[in-house]
């Protein structure tokens, strides 16, 4: 069986990876390399065994979340179905059964808000992880004056967890965001669409979703 240890230590992925984010960050993105694929990968991954689904499948979510970003190395417009499509070729080279592929890749597919929706438990996982990797260490601009919305709403952030309660039936993110540097509104102005998709993809695993942020309850 493919494994997450194998996708990370395949050299065609470690190279797509580290261009994709080279090209973002020249585009003035927030950071997408592999620290961010191994985040989303574990998180997707505990997730999956929090909320008491098979090894295995958790396993698949965190192949999908460490490979997710991945067509970002041919463009940023439309990576999702890119990203597919190259990690299809990747994990079938390694092995991969084509059921399991087609799970991963359905995954990749469907993480961008714009167009996604969560229909299988690694989709749903994937879209939960993803969206909720805010951080000040995501921020690539060199200077203050140079940041954006999204850099000041990822520097602000200076804790981000994802907690399962399984008994509860809630997944919920937790945020502290120092206001200081950006107000809770432009978190908003920038995640709403996100949260909406992550709301989707929480009650489709059958948990409610909760947002807090500095103590405060959204849900």
């Known amino acids: 069986m493919v494994t997450l240890e194998q996708v990370r230590k395949d050299e065609e992925v470690g190279v797509f990876i580290d261009y994709a984010n080279r090209y973002l960050r020249a585009l003035g993105y927030t950071e ?3 620290r961010h694929a191994t985040r989303v990968a574990e998180t ?4 999956l065994l929090e909320a008491d689904y098979p090894e295995r499948v958790a396993e698949l979510a965190a192949i999908a979340g460490y490979l997710h970003d991945i067509g970002n190395v041919i463009h940023r417009e439309g990576h999702a179905q890119s990203g597919s499509l190259i990690a299809l070729r990747v994990l079938s080279r390694l ?7 087609a799970i991963v890749a359905n995954a990749i597919g469907n993480h961008e808000e714009e167009r996604g929706y969560a229909t299988t438990p690694v989709s749903a996982a994937l879209d939960i992880a993803d969206k909720a990797d805010v951080h000040r260490s995501r921020v690539q601009a060199e200077s203050f004056q140079d940041f954006d919305i999204h850099d000041r709403v990822n520097y602000a952030t200076t804790q981000s967890e994802v907690l399962v309660d399984g008994p509860g039936k809630v997944i919920s ?9 950006a107000q ?6 920038i995640f709403l669409d996100r949260m909406v998709m992550v709301k989707q993809a929480a009650e489709f695993l059958g948990f409610r979703f909760r947002l807090v942020i500095n103590g405060t309850v959204f849900s």
């Not at 997707?44 to 997730?47: D, K, L």
């Not at 991969?96 to 592929?101: L, Q, R």
């Open 44 to 47: 997707a991954r505990a997730i």
């Open 32 to 34: 997408h390399s592999t």
């Open 184 to 189: 809770m509104i432009e978190y908003f102005e």
């Open 173 to 181: 993110l937790e945020l502290t965001i120092d206001t200081s540097f």
């Open 95 to 101: 092995g991969m059964p084509p059921e399991e592929c």
